[in-house]
């Protein structure tokens, strides 16, 4: 059954699966509330409920007895230009990701409950609901949290989704794996802002991802001044990372740049209208967020206006 499921998983597109026990993740409970007496959550008001939610698998499926993690690359087949141009994170290059991973969970999902004539009973997540996806692609064996807490396969390196399904179903769990970050500090050294400023642990109100992604968030001028002309997201701390030699282009064409994207340049970002922008950036990442806040963080980053 487990091999099935995961033969399952890979046929649909993903690129890992994984297996864990459904047992509450206790372990980070007191991190979990020492993270929100220090407001690392900054306005993330939501990370501040649902503890137990996120802590216990259980209070969201009863009877739940498995996890099952699994990943999708969306590593690009080509990088987009730097010079003469504004940067924007790898993993909005194409169209949003969770309507596109969400079904392929679904059918996952579908595989293993025909496996009990009984009836299991199976939840997904991706990018949704309070689940600790890291924790639980963790405990799955498919990966560790490095230094920059971005989850590193040990075959893939970092540019993966997460999708995560809960079920009803025993199935046996794998063994986690190692973290092999060892003495490196690159991700750490490279942030310009220093908001990797412990090992694990990130200060969101400098990452420069927090700050061109989360709605209302500050954008300080510390931040803007080392942002290095990235306005939406920012993969400095995973580009540095040792893992990501072994990164490979996706399959799926659905997160390639488009080729007005591979286009742009600094002046076409700044000039560019509200008519070309939703033209350019209807289902994406990118055109979730609106054409307001994407000029906001070309104005924070350039004095070229």
Request: with cysteine.
């Amino acid at each position: 059954m487990k091999e099935q499921i995961r033969e399952k998983a890979l046929e649909l597109g993903f690129d890992v699966c994984g297996f864990a026990e459904a047992r509450p993740l206790d372990h980070l409970r007191s991190f979990y509330r020492h993270f929100i007496e220090e407001e690392r959550q900054a306005n993330m008001a939501y990370l501040e409920r649902y503890e137990n939610q996120r802590i216990d698998p259980e209070v969201l499926l009863p009877g739940v007895k498995t996890v099952i993690a699994v990943l999708l690359n969306y590593y690009p087949p080509e990088l987009l230009p730097e010079e003469d141009n504004f940067i924007i994170s790898k993993y909005a290059y194409g169209k949003r990701y969770p309507p596109f991973i969400k079904p392929l969970l679904n059918k996952l999902a579908g595989f293993v409950d025909s496996f009990n004539k009984a009836g299991n009973k199976s939840m997904v997540f991706v990018d949704s609901g309070p689940v600790l996806e890291k924790a639980w692609a963790m405990r799955c064996g498919i990966g560790w949290q490095g230094k920059h807490t971005i989850l590193i396969n040990p075959s893939g390196g970092s540019y993966y989704f997460i999708g995560i399904v809960l079920t009803t179903a025993m199935i046996e769990p794998d063994v986690p794996v190692k973290d092999h970050c060892g003495s490196c500090t690159r991700c750490m050294d490279a942030c310009p802002t220093g908001a990797i400023d412990r090992p694990y642990q990130l200060d969101i109100r400098r990452c420069i991802s927090y700050c061109t992604l989360v709605d209302k968030a500050e954008f300080p001028a510390e931040v803007s001044l080392k942002a290095g002309g990235r306005i939406f997201g920012c993969d400095i701390c995973q580009d540095v990372c040792p893992y990501n030699r072994f990164a490979t282009p996706t399959r799926e064409t659905w997160f390639h740049p488009s080729e007005a994207l591979k286009k742009m340049s600094r002046r076409e970002w700044i000039n560019l209208s509200k008519e070309q922008f939703h033209e350019m950036f209807a289902g994406t990442s990118v055109g979730e967020k609106g054409y307001e806040r994407l000029m906001s963080n070309i104005r924070n980053v350039t004095s070229e206006f």
